[in-house]
């Protein structure tokens, strides 16, 4: 298997437990980082994969974007897996209440969280001849609201809907397409919510199972998708967060 996974920015970011899970499954892995700042947290982890691509990728540049897949085919020929882990919202706007959201910043936030997938599955489709993966990731509060998630709640509804209909589209050339749900994680994304720690504790007292998803829990999800196993299982929004969506 042949797998590109995009939005690793350190070893606690959800893509990171995916690329590990893919790799321990058997898959080449591909990795990307955003920026020069953010190069030194993720050449590491792309060294321990032994990752054959390792390139820079800011999802609003064009170029980088083709730049990617035009290595990837150089590279590969064909990609089987793909994983999208990235969301922004400008930080006024993800503090402010929705209806206060500014034009621009939601604009920027629907881009970068929604559009980019979307963005990256059309580039990957010629690359899945014969069938693969495509996976998002996004969070509970896109079907709840969930205090300070704010914004990033209509995003993420839109992430889940565009899952869908990518998936009805792409499904009869064999091109699954999923959003996979964790609940809260400590991740360095999830920290630019405000009192997120106070969110993080909470939803482990409201768990069944009393314990807060973690990176491999999300990986392993992620892996079994991507697997024959999972041929047929595609459109779905799989809820990995010890069951604390049931609770509220």
Not at 56 to 65: A, G, N
Not at 153 to 169: I, S, W
Request: glycine share 8%; net charge negative; charged share 20%.
């Amino acid at each position: 298997m042949k797998a590109l996974v995009v939005g690793v920015a350190n070893d606690q970011s959800i893509a990171w437990g995916c690329a590990k899970a893919f790799r321990d499954a058997g898959a080449e892995v591909a990795l990307t980082y955003l920026n020069d700042r953010a190069r030194p947290h993720v050449a590491p982890l792309a060294e321990a994969l032994q990752a054959p691509i390792f390139l820079p990728l800011d999802v609003v540049d064009d170029s980088q974007v083709e730049a990617l897949f035009q290595a990837v085919e150089r590279q590969w020929g064909r990609l089987d897996i793909l994983l999208h882990s990235i969301a922004f919202c400008p930080k006024a706007d993800l503090h402010g209440r929705v209806v206060d959201c500014s034009r621009e910043g939601f604009a920027q936030a629907m881009d970068i969280s929604v559009h980019s997938y979307m963005r990256l599955v059309r580039r990957a489709e010629p690359l899945m001849a014969s069938g693969g993966t495509c996976m998002t990731v996004t969070f509970y509060g896109s079907t709840r609201v969930i205090d300070r998630y704010n914004v990033m709640g209509p995003v993420k509804a839109a992430l889940e809907a565009a899952t869908r209909e990518m998936a009805c589209e792409l499904g009869p050339q064999g091109i699954r397409v999923h959003a996979l749900s964790p609940g809260p994680l400590k991740t360095r994304a999830a920290s630019g919510i405000a009192d997120f720690d106070e969110l993080l504790r909470s939803a482990a007292e409201r768990a069944p199972t009393h314990q807060l998803a973690t990176i491999e829990d999300v990986g392993a999800y992620a892996a079994f998708l991507a697997s024959p196993a999972a041929r047929n299982v595609t459109g779905t929004i799989p809820m990995i967060d010890g069951g604390y969506h049931i609770t509220g």
